[in-house]
């Protein structure tokens, strides 16, 4: 100990009922040791993981991503037909879709717009390609806006700033969350009106083989007609959506 804190000690046990217990330099030393251990084993299993964040990261679903251009599909004429035509449902939809008031106005009409794009989309080439690749995902997001908020009249305002902010940029992202707001209203009127079970039902199975399709569709892409398969699953889907708005 130095002489400056043996001072320091001697005063303090002149204290009442204090008493200094000198630290030896081996203590010191072994407290040292242990606090870098501890700071070496935190860093080391920091770093050990860091591969296994950056995989959980990678494989995050494609909601989470911003939109990439896809230039699969539409490998030849014959496919390119097939998207186009089963595009053109949705526009029929939007045309026969009830426009009670502004809200389902603005909801028939997007639909329409989902048609045109992916219209417009499948059947382009090059490097516009990738510009219509984002307005038809962009499209299909605004949509199911339109529909959420023509089933619930209005949404919440900081939902409504959260889907704007991101709608530009992870279309899929709002394209779920408004979804899933939608199959919870539609399951709800459901079981309230019986004439509406029917519908749900045919709904139901149609989301189901239409995700099914999406995920086929983005895994396998070249695959040929899968997406033509999910345009029409979408579509029928979106048909039922209709009776909720009757």
Known sequence: MSPNALRHSKALEGLHGVQVFPHSQSALEEINQQGDFQS??????????????????????????P????????????????????????????IQ???????????????????????????SRGKLRKYLRWADYTMIATATVCLSRAIRNENPKLLTAATALLLPVQPLMVSAIHTGMMEVAFAKRAIKDPELRKAHNVHK??????????????????????????????????????????
């Open 40 to 65: 070496s084993h935190d860093k080391s299993f920091i770093t050990a993981n860091q591969p296994l964040l950056m995989q959980v990261w990678q494989q995050r679903p494609a909601c989470l991503r």
């Open 67 to 94: 939109v990439r251009c896809c230039m699969q599909g539409d490998q030849n004429l014959v496919e390119t037909v097939a998207n186009v035509l089963t595009s053109l449902p949705f526009i029929a939809l939007g």
């Open 97 to 123: 879709a009830p426009r009670r008031n502004f809200n389902t106005k603005l909801y028939a009409n997007s639909l329409i717009g989902v048609g045109v794009a992916s219209t417009l989309y499948h059947s």
């Open 205 to 246: 199975m149609s989301s189901l083989l239409g995700g099914a399709l999406f995920i086929a569709d983005d895994m396998f892409p070249g695959t040929p007609f899968l997406h033509s398969a999910w345009h029409l699953a979408a579509a029928v889907g979106a048909g039922t959506c209709n009776k909720l708005l009757e």
